[in-house]
């Protein structure tokens, strides 16, 4: 800006000071305060002016990636992380400003290819209302948006990012513990029963990776050679076989594994899931890398082939990337020591992958990495739409009741299972 500085510096900001305070259009918190102040432009600028510098001030205490620790002693921090920081800081930008133009979400839109929040994600889409204004300024020389439109802006992200803010509050409150050192080892564990057509195989891709410190395989009751094939592969053996009103079924198995578990990181591997190497070795140094990170998912693909499979295969790549909610094929891992000491971790015979994802993002952030697992389409070969629709009914089903507080899983197992 020095050369041109020579007659009057404030001419360079004349354009800011403006925006800033002669002009408003469809700021989020400014047009809120300004009608409460009953269309007063002044005192509505005047707050926000005192709350931008508030949140960078907040933003400074809680992101700086030269602090250590992130919610307090016992809990993981933003070191060496500029880009919490900087995200922070521009949506704060974002959302005070008393104008939003479209182009604006340009700070935004690089950011949520490492942080891809659900809300600022829509609110890309949902800025498309700001067109409104164009047609009402061709239709009546008037630039102006209406109360509808600019709900239709700003409520479906309003409601993502007050469950952004939930969560980051539970984050603070949870406190998982900090990460000693970097991690160093991968435990593995596979709930089976009755799958000795595909358990050597599994196992053996598993083992394969040189980060894999312990393969645990836990059987809940089967009838076949599965137990025998998995000990010959190389991995330890636990038998599980509760029913599952009385701990049993899958999540009562992986509980089991997890307890049994002495890497620094656990993973779950379904028994009709291949996860090709380097995957374990990627989350080991993804984890040693980002400490706030305390777990996630991995994802992959369907080995048939067909339009709904694929269609399939975005669906769940979409819900484990942009609502951190994840299945049990997704391959899930976490810190072991942050899970188990805050006694996280679920044992429900069903919807136990669900549970997890939920909790997960109590403690800490959580990832989602693309690819690098070969999942079996037995299940779907037939009646993929069928099968599909039964997987929402229980999703649904699931959280609904969760909210209620009335949870009946082994309910859900036995539908689920055709028992």
Known sequence: FLPFLENDPERLFHGLHSFGSRYAFN???????????????????AHVKVLLPAALVLGYWRFHPRRSRRYGPLSPGFRDDPVSGCFFALGALLLLSPTVHFWYLTWIIPFLAIRPFASWTVL??????????????????????????????????????????????????????????APETVSVVIPVRDEADRIADCVSAVRDDPAVHEVIVVDGGSTDATVLLARNAGAQVLHHRAPPEKGGGRGGQIHAG???????????????????????????????????IVGGAVGGSFSGTGWRLRLLELANDFRAAFFGISF?????????????????????????????????????RTVFLFGDAVVSARRWRTNVSGRTLLVLRLFTAYLWQRFRGTVDTAAMYRRYYGE
């Not at 400014?30 to 102040?37: D, G, K, S, T, V």
């Not at 479906?156 to 539970?170: C, E």
């Open 328 to 364: 049990g094929d997704q391959v899930q891992f976490f810190r072991r020591r942050a899970v188990m000491e805050t006694g996280q971790l679920p044992d429900t015979p069903l919807m136990e992958d669900v549970e997890l994802s939920l909790r997960l993002s109590r403690l800490g």
């Open 27 to 45: 700021g989020p918190v400014h047009a809120p305060l300004r009608a409460m102040f009953g269309g007063d432009m002044a005192p509505a600028t």
């Open 124 to 181: 890309c889409l949902t800025i498309s209302f700001y067109f409104v204004t164009v047609g009402n300024l061709h239709a009546t020389g008037r630039w102006h948006l209406p109360a509808w439109a600019f709900a239709a802006q700003w409520l479906p992200f309003g409601l993502l990012f007050a469950g952004d803010v939930y969560r980051f509050v539970r984050q603070i409150a949870s406190a998982a513990p900090v990460p000693e050192t």
């Open 258 to 292: 997890v307890k049994a578990a002495t890497g620094d990181i656990v993973a779950v591997v379904h028994a009709d899931t291949l996860v090709t190497r380097p995957a374990f070795t990627r989350i080991r140094e993804l984890l040693a890398r980002q400490e706030m």
